[in-house]
């Protein structure tokens, strides 16, 4: 599979997108990444502040704010999608079955 950085911001938004949905419906989750945020403030290089800083604003938004961001087709949401906090939303079962599945998806891309 040839990966393009046009394909990579495609799986990105389609994680996004699951991530999304298991918010909606699990909403406590969001929990894990206000924790992943406060560890982030203390140890990325300031350069990537201004992302925790965004993403920090986004979470501390309502729940419609947040994830109408994280699945928005731009490019201000592909860049923060590559700097995302929201990975730990997923269990590492959810997370593998996505990313296998996909992989199956465009294994002729």
């Known amino acids: 599979m ?4 046009q394909l990579l911001d495609r799986r990105s938004l389609e994680l996004h997108q699951l991530i999304a949905q298991r918010l909606r419906e699990r909403p406590e989750r969001l929990e894990r990444v206000r924790q992943t945020l406060a560890r982030w403030k203390t140890i990325v290089a300031p350069n990537a502040q201004p992302y925790v800083a965004e993403w920090q604003r986004l979470v501390n938004a309502d729940m419609d704010t947040l994830l109408a961001v994280v699945v928005e087709d731009s490019e201000r949401a592909a860049a ?4 995302t906090p929201l990975g730990v ?3 590492p079962q959810e997370r593998a079955a996505f990313f296998k599945q996909w992989s199956a998806d465009h294994a002729a891309s």
């Open 2 to 5: 040839k990966r393009t950085h």
């Open 80 to 83: 923060l999608r590559q700097s």
């Open 89 to 91: 939303v997923l269990t």
